[in-house]
């Protein structure tokens, strides 16, 4: 395998900020540093400081999340990918790539074996000892987080930055989508509500997180967002004690009729009392890609149809 034109160094001298996570629904952030240099024609830092140099635009490309894959066809890339993780799923043409990883492991020697040329990965499901073993082979890696709604057309750049091509245009569109929606619904009344990611047990998201954002965009709050933990199981007493005035399943069930059947069983909680439970599909709130906007769009809708 030729490797003469991978390298991965340590940060540039840059000003950042990272916060390190240990649950799949919190990420941090860190400003990307795109610069030229004498060594790579691509340096750019990631979202753990180090800085990755390619000496020309990535050409054969792995993916070790389902969202990064999406992000490597929102960015133009999405015929560089060689492989991908399980539950690559969008677009259709991710779905007929070979898979090298899952949420809890890497396939090593077949990823290594596709030979190729940039490594994109979540720091969540990627272990250090599997990064560090990667760089050992001088294979970039490219280790990202997401925290915030911004994050996606921050990431999507990254990526594009490091395949050699253009999401400027995307990234703008995503964002003035969210500035709509953020006119035109984040000073209505606010409405209290719940947000449900898993059902057995009763989960919530805690602190800041792109889903607590996108709530507040569209003029609501997460009654439970002062848990500890980023993803903190609810207890019903307190739920019931909080009593919220409306109810959102993100991820906690296999449809919207599932989600009702759920609470339905529930009667004496006033959200239920009054069918103000709204259902989004997980992968459009859940998973930091441009379809992120689509699933705001139908949260703030959603809510005001409850409000």
């Known amino acids: 395998m030729d490797t003469d034109n991978r390298a991965v160094s340590w940060p540039c001298a840059i000003s950042r900020v990272v916060h390190l996570c240990s649950s799949v629904f919190i990420c941090g952030y860190t400003a990307f540093c795109i610069t030229p240099s004498t060594a790579a024609s691509i340096s750019i830092t990631d979202d753990l400081g180090r800085k990755v140099e390619l000496k020309a635009p990535a050409r054969r490309i792995v993916s070790l999340s389902p969202f990064l894959t999406e992000?490597?066809?929102?960015?133009?890339?999405?015929?560089?990918?060689?492989?991908?993780?399980?539950?690559?799923?969008?677009?259709?043409?991710?779905?007929?790539?070979?898979?090298?990883a899952s949420a809890v492991a890497i396939s090593m020697e077949p990823l290594i074996a596709l030979e190729p040329d940039l490594v994109l990965a979540w720091r969540d499901?990627?272990?250090?000892e599997d990064v560090a073993r990667l760089?050992?082979?001088?294979?970039?890696?490219?280790?990202?987080?997401?925290?915030?709604?911004?994050?996606?057309?921050?990431?999507l750049a990254a990526v594009a930055a490091l395949a050699g091509t253009d999401s400027?245009?995307?990234?703008?569109?995503?964002?003035?989508?969210?500035?709509v929606l953020r006119r035109t619904y984040g000073t209505r009344e606010r409405v209290r509500v719940f947000l449900e990611i898993w059902h057995r047990p009763l989960t919530t998201i805690a602190g800041?997180?792109?889903?607590?954002?996108?709530?507040?965009?569209?003029?609501?709050?997460?009654?439970?967002?002062?848990?500890?933990?980023?993803?903190?199981?609810?207890?019903?007493?307190?739920?019931?004690?909080?009593?919220?005035q409306a109810i959102v399943g993100a991820g906690s069930a296999a449809s919207e009729s599932e989600f009702r059947t759920h609470w339905e069983a529930r009667p004496t909680l006033a959200a239920v009392r009054a069918r103000?439970?709204?259902?989004?599909?997980?992968?459009?709130?859940?998973?930091?890609?441009?379809?992120?906007?689509?699933g705001v769009e139908r949260l703030c809708r959603g809510i005001d149809q409850v409000r």
């Open 71 to 100: 992000l490597a066809f929102s960015a133009g890339a999405g015929d560089r990918l060689v492989a991908v993780s399980a539950h690559s799923d969008y677009p259709p043409e991710a779905k007929r790539l070979p898979q090298v």
């Open 125 to 128: 499901t990627t272990r250090p």
């Open 135 to 155: 760089e050992s082979l001088r294979i970039p890696v490219f280790v990202t987080q997401a925290k915030r709604l911004e994050d996606v057309p921050r990431l």
């Open 168 to 179: 400027s245009a995307a990234g703008s569109r995503y964002r003035a989508r969210l500035d």
């Open 208 to 244: 800041p997180h792109w889903m607590n954002e996108a709530l507040a965009l569209c003029g609501a709050d997460n009654a439970f967002a002062d848990l500890p933990g980023v993803a903190p199981v609810v207890p019903w007493e307190t739920v019931f004690a909080r009593d919220p």
């Open 276 to 294: 103000r439970l709204v259902y989004i599909e997980p992968d459009l709130i859940q998973r930091p890609t441009l379809r992120l906007a689509d």
